[in-house]
């Protein structure tokens, strides 16, 4: 996963990713790291894995990175183009992941984004949904931003 | 030159022209779907265009869908059109050469790949252009 976070983050942002941190997904949701509001994407995979990738990054952070993919400024991106940027992130890291771990993915597919907007105390996390659950930090550009990898 | 890019994500379509500009590509105009639908729609009714750029993973009507309904419906023959995905296993992207496209990249791309894959596929419109 960090091979696949890194080259995402260097690739189309030119933005260097610092290494992940491993960080107790049950105890220690994005609310403890990443400030209010802010965005979780999410993709599933089905296939020889089943599960979920989600991206968690502050709306801030969502609109300084559409401002670096798109060349706007970061005061005018509109809450639908930061919201776009989280998913379309979420599904370039898990399908870069996903071609990391499986040659034959021929029978691996990944659904489209779907992003939300967290903006209360209310505990959103897929990890409660699934067995195994991952979640990476990284920073990137001093912007921290969590990766889970949950399987079912 | 006049492209067509189809990305369900209004980023990842500004992505594309950018990268399109920064390869060297002068695009006169940029038109822009969302899905397979979106696109077909256009190429049925806009002035003909020079080159077709799609993601794959649409919700909707897909880029391997739109490829084929393209063909059936005789859109644009000729046009390059080229696949930008993170979908890349072999079985899709044979179906997708299949359908009629040119190549594919997988995301994360740079401008320098599309670059190198797309332009040598618009030697011809460029040179008559």
Redesign the interface.
């Known amino acids: 996963m960090d091979e696949a976070a890194v080259?995402?983050f260097a690739?189309?942002l030119n933005l260097s990713c610092t290494p992940s941190q491993t960080i107790p997904t049950r105890f220690s949701p994005p609310e403890s790291i990443i400030t209010r509001p802010y965005l979780t994407a999410r993709v599933n995979f089905q296939g020889t894995l089943d599960g979920a990738c989600t991206v968690q990054c502050s709306k801030e952070t969502a609109a300084e990175l559409?401002a670096t993919?798109?060349?706007r400024n970061p005061g005018d991106i509109p809450d639908?183009?930061c919201a776009?940027?989280a998913?379309?992130l979420c599904?370039?890291i898990?399908?870069?992941w996903?071609?990391r771990q499986h040659p034959?993915?021929?029978a691996?597919?990944?659904s489209?984004p779907t992003v939300k907007t967290i903006v209360s105390d209310a505990f959103h996390h897929p990890a409660r949904r699934f067995r195994e659950t991952v979640t990476l930090l990284y920073r990137v550009a001093d912007h921290p931003i969590t990766v889970n990898l949950a399987f079912i | 030159m006049r492209a067509l890019i189809i990305d369900?994500?209004?980023?990842?379509r500004?992505?594309v022209e950018?990268a399109l500009r920064q390869a060297g590509i002068e695009l006169s105009e940029v038109l822009q779907a969302g899905n397979g639908n979106e696109a077909l729609e256009i190429l049925r009714t806009a002035e003909p265009v020079d080159l077709i750029v799609s993601d794959i993973?649409?919700?909707g009507m897909d880029g391997l869908q739109f490829l084929e309904q393209r063909r059936v419906e005789n859109l644009a023959p000729g046009v390059p059109i080229f696949m930008i995905?993170?979908?890349?296993?072999?079985?899709?992207v044979h179906r997708a050469i299949a359908g009629g496209a040119r190549g594919y990249i997988?995301?994360?791309?740079?401008p320098e790949q599309i670059r190198v894959r797309i332009v040598p596929l618009l030697l011809p419109s460029l040179a008559s252009a």
């Open positions: 080259e995402v690739v189309m559409t993919l798109t060349g639908t183009l776009d940027t998913g379309e599904n370039m898990a399908g870069s996903k071609i034959e993915q021929a691996y597919t990944l489209c | 369900d994500s209004s980023v990842m500004k992505v950018r993973n649409m919700p995905t993170t979908e890349a296993s072999v079985t899709l997988c995301k994360p791309f740079t």
